[in-house]
């Protein structure tokens, strides 16, 4: 099983960005947990990170025929991009939304989330352990 983990604007500035709200691990960091997890649960992860809309839409479509699940922070994309939810629905791939922070408690304008009707399940509020419970959840639908 293969499971594509996608990571939207800022999420590269882990550790430097408001470590106040994301905690001061790195993407780095994030990426060794979750390669540790994928081992664990015996799947195959695959992490693709931009800054830019369209290649986040790129990397959902390249995921067709090749991933089996997709994990998913559009960061702040989640609260403006139609153009990822269209790409979550056109590949037809189990996908799992996923937030370090919990975006229905904070701001009024992170309450709306595009993608989220387009998922299995929404992990939020969790830190970076919200990952790895959103691979889980793939993992077990083998
Ligand atoms: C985020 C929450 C979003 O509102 C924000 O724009 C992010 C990160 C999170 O992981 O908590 O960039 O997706």
Do not use: W
Not at 35 to 61: C, M, P, Y
Not at 77 to 104: N, Q
Request: aromatic share 8%.
């Amino acid at each position: 099983m293969k499971i594509l983990v996608i990571n939207g604007p800022n999420l590269n500035l882990l550790g430097l960005r408001e470590p106040e709200i994301y905690g001061k691990a790195t993407y780095e960091d994030l990426l060794a947990q979750l390669r540790k997890d994928a081992a664990e649960l015996g799947v195959e992860a695959e992490f693709f990170q931009s800054n830019h809309e369209g290649a986040l839409v790129d990397a959902i479509q390249g995921a067709y025929g090749t991933a089996d699940g997709i994990v998913i922070n559009p960061a702040a994309y989640t609260h403006t991009s139609i153009a990822i939810l269209d790409a979550v629905k056109a590949v037809g791939i189990p996908t799992v939304e996923v937030h370090i922070s919990d975006p229905d408690e904070r701001e009024e304008f992170r309450r709306v989330s595009y993608i989220r009707q387009a998922c299995i399940a929404t992990v939020k509020g969790k830190g970076f352990a919200g990952y790895t419970e959103a691979m889980r959840i793939l993992a077990e639908r083998r």
